[in-house]
């Protein structure tokens, strides 16, 4: 099911297995960009009746443009479906991503320099942004959850959701989570028509300045698309964790934590890097054991063994030099001394250390975002935070006698690029001073 791999380097190279994971696609080829242009070309050209023409060929359902939109009513008659113990939970997650995500907020500055120069920055959240939330084979109110809270602590006044219709009225727990969020402009549209309708807005949905949340290959080709127009989040790849431990880890904590990361898809990526192959072989042993219990045994099993390994290494260090350099989303640390090695890993989306720090307390409840950067993205992106939703705007008060002072290097800057005017502009107001 899943290989024991001796490996002799710190990076990647040599390794079948390895450039095999790194080099995953994301599978937007050329076809589905096509098929998904073609859609947001339609839904900007012919608004709602593009989108009810596009919802009842591939989900299904016949909308008009008055019931694209959920009553408010319709949301909490669903959520009152849902029983308090998981509300309670869900409370206390939400508090948690909330207080975490107010240490990112940032604020307005300002700096005063020689003759009354005032510099500063403004920071403001967008007006609006639209959350897509999948209608899959499962429903996923931790991504709703992750998605929304940020853009609230930034300040966002006004969030749009779409989610396909039908499974929306089948999965209680999104209007559950929908309702604990305040969020009540839903909208039962999906697919590439959905992110078509929020970046170039219909009679009905209306345009958003950035789009969010997860979605199949035709919703991420469409955003892909769309960029530019709006923002978006990311492109994200299949799911990876690597695990770097050693013989004081527990094969079994290890094994079910590669085996979370595998159940999300087959072509997720579960790798073990550690210097014991002891360990290896015993996670393996596990991985075995644990699998035959668990619903989505296939999709496992083909994840494992295509994407999955346990890398035999000669070091820690060699460990944590090659989970920097796989940068993968997810990095778990379980070592002797886990603190240590966990500073020598600068690429990932996020780092979990300790044998009680699983990665699945990151996507549920520590209030960490679990939407991070993925196929080796951890090398220069980070995972999605308050600042995702705020832009910065600079600030120049300038004063007369700093003109007089610079006007002439304005100038000959301006000049060397051959820009006169831009200099005529600075030194026009010192002659008008002179004049004066």
């Known amino acids: 099911m899943i290989e024991i791999i001796q490996h002799h ?37 012919r608004g709602d009746a593009a989108l009810l023409e596009f919802t009842e060929r591939f989900d299904g359902v016949k909308l008009t443009p008055d019931t694209l939109r959920v009553p408010r009513e319709t949301i909490e008659q669903l959520a009152a479906q849902v029983d308090d113990e998981l509300i309670a939970a869900m409370r206390e997650a939400i508090h948690n991503i909330r207080t975490y995500h107010q240490h990112q907020l940032t604020h307005d500055w300002e700096i005063e320099r020689e003759n009354g120069v005032r510099l500063g920055q403004r920071v403001s959240p967008l007006a609006i942004v639209g959350l897509y939330v999948p209608g899959g084979t499962a429903a996923y109110p931790s991504t709703v959850m992750m998605n929304a809270v940020p853009a609230q602590v930034a300040g966002v006044p006004r969030i749009v959701v779409v989610t396909p219709p039908g499974k929306f009225h089948e999965t209680p727990i999104i209007a559950a989570t929908l309702k604990e969020l305040g969020l009540f402009e839903v909208y039962t549209i999906g697919g590439a028509q959905a992110v078509a309708a929020l970046a170039c807005g219909t009679a009905t949905i209306p345009a958003v300045d950035k789009i969010v949340g997860p979605g199949n290959q035709y919703v991420a080709a469409a955003k892909k698309l769309v960029y530019g127009t709006v923002d978006i989040d990311s492109i994200a790849g299949p799911s990876e964790i690597v695990v770097v431990a050693d013989d004081t880890a527990r094969a079994d904590f290890v094994a079910a934590d590669l085996l979370s990361q595998a159940e999300h898809s087959e072509d997720a990526a579960a790798i073990l890097i550690t210097p014991s192959l002891k360990l290896a072989e015993a996670v393996r042993a596990e991985i075995e054991k644990q699998t035959v219990t668990l619903s989505r045994r296939a999709i496992i099993e083909k994840s494992l063994a295509d994407y999955g390994a346990l890398i035999v290494v000669e070091s820690l260090d060699a460990a944590c030099a090659l989970a920097s350099h796989l940068a993968a989303e997810h ?17 990932a989306g996020a780092i979990f250390i300790g044998a009680y720090s699983p990665e699945p307390v990151g996507d549920y409840f520590a209030g960490t975002n679990h939407v991070l950067p993925t196929g080796g993205t951890a090398r220069f ?24 002072r610079t006007a002439h290097m304005i100038d000959r800057i301006a000049q060397a690029e051959g820009l006169d005017a831009h200099g005529r502009s600075a030194m026009m107001r010192i002659e008008e001073s002179i004049g004066a």
């Open 331 to 347: 990095v778990e640390v379980i070592t002797a001394d886990c603190e240590r090695d966990a500073a020598k890993i600068h690429n």
């Open 9 to 45: 380097s710190s990076t990647p190279a040599g390794n079948p297995k390895l450039q095999r994971i790194l080099t995953r696609s994301n599978g937007l080829n050329a076809e589905i960009i096509a098929r998904a242009d073609g859609i947001l070309k339609e839904v900007q050209t």
């Open 381 to 404: 992106s980070s995972a999605l935070g308050v600042y995702d939703f705020l832009k910065k705007t600079s600030l120049v008060r300038y004063t007369e006698a700093e003109m007089k």
